[in-house]
């Protein structure tokens, strides 16, 4: 099995950087989506051009992100040049929208029981009464807080539905429907479902997540001390730059090997039916 995932990374890989031109798109494509989102929080609703702007770039963000994952779902089959494949992708990104909408009502309904329940946890409570507590006069031994497992409870599963789980089905719903269509994507919804969370395709999710996720993160919090302020400006600037190369190229990288297995997948599946099929005696 994990042979089977590092061969997937290694050909998305060279698949990528072979077609130079497929990458540059994306790379331009993902730095404006990050000057899109950056704007947005940045510009201030005081006028109506503003106000529009702000519209513009809520639209926008989006809508590139979901281009970026309908190339990067495509570009590993190698059929066209760059610029048909960004075509395609602005013609059929929308189609990603619709598959993900079952996905979104789910993660939005998530996302309110987990406030729901959050608020009456054991430990929102502790800190409502912590805070009511007048301060010591003197500063006394701090004793151990006990665990509150609700808490821990509800904790984790947000983590996995919405770092894994959810992440997890997505991707492989826009890799059906960029591959097959969305009429193929809904009919084969339950089964591309189940590959998502099979073992090798989780696996090779974590795998990428350190690439596109991890890495980048630790690029962007880690200080560098510099002796001048234009070398530490300079570091600055690099650690930056290696942490937007690292989330698109490690993003882009997961889906194709992602998108490999479940082809490899459906495959081996098809011809094991095919060859039970041929194995049962006809009847008299």
């Not at 959050?118 to 409570?125: D, L």
């Not at 894994?164 to 269509?181: E, K, V, Y």
């Not at 193929?184 to 479902?193: E, I, N, P, V």
């Not at 882009?252 to 011809?271: F, H, N, P, W």
Request: aromatic content about 10%.
């Amino acid at each position: 099995m994990m042979k089977r995932i590092f061969h997937a990374f290694a050909s998305a890989s060279r698949e990528l950087f072979r077609r130079w031109g497929a990458l540059l798109i994306l790379l331009v494509l993902y730095v404006a989506m990050i000057g899109a989102i950056y704007l947005f929080f940045a510009t201030r609703e005081a006028t109506i051009g503003q106000l529009i702007l702000s519209l513009l770039l809520a639209l926008a963000a989006p809508i590139l992100f979901l281009v970026i994952q309908t190339m990067a779902a495509r570009y590993s089959a190698g059929n066209g040049r760059a610029l048909t494949l960004l075509r395609g992708s602005l013609r059929d990104f929308w189609k990603l929208l619709v598959i993900s909408l079952p996905l979104i009502v789910i993660a939005v309904l998530a996302v309110y029981l987990f406030a729901r329940f959050g608020s009456t946890a054991p430990a929102a409570t502790v800190r409502e009464a912590v805070r009511a507590v007048p301060a010591p006069p003197r500063p006394a031994s701090p004793k151990p807080q006990p665990v509150h497992w609700q808490s821990v409870a509800l904790t984790t599963l947000q983590y996995l539905l919405f770092l894994l789980l959810f992440p997890l089905a997505a991707i492989h719903l826009w890799i059906a429907t960029a591959r097959d269509g969305l009429k193929q994507a809904f009919k084969g919804y339950a089964r591309m479902l189940g590959r998502a969370f099979a073992p090798t395709a989780v696996i090779t999710y974590a795998i990428g997540f350190i690439f596109f996720a991890v890495v980048p993160y630790f690029l962007v919090v880690t200080k560098t001390s510099a002796a001048s302020v234009w070398l530490d400006i300079t570091l600055l600037v690099l650690r930056l730059l290696l942490a937007v190369l690292f989330s698109l190229v490690g993003g882009v990288v997961t889906v194709a090997a992602l998108g490999r297995l479940s082809a490899q997948g459906g495959s081996e599946s098809t011809a094991h039916a095919s060859e039970s099929a041929g194995h049962v005696p006809a009847e008299a």
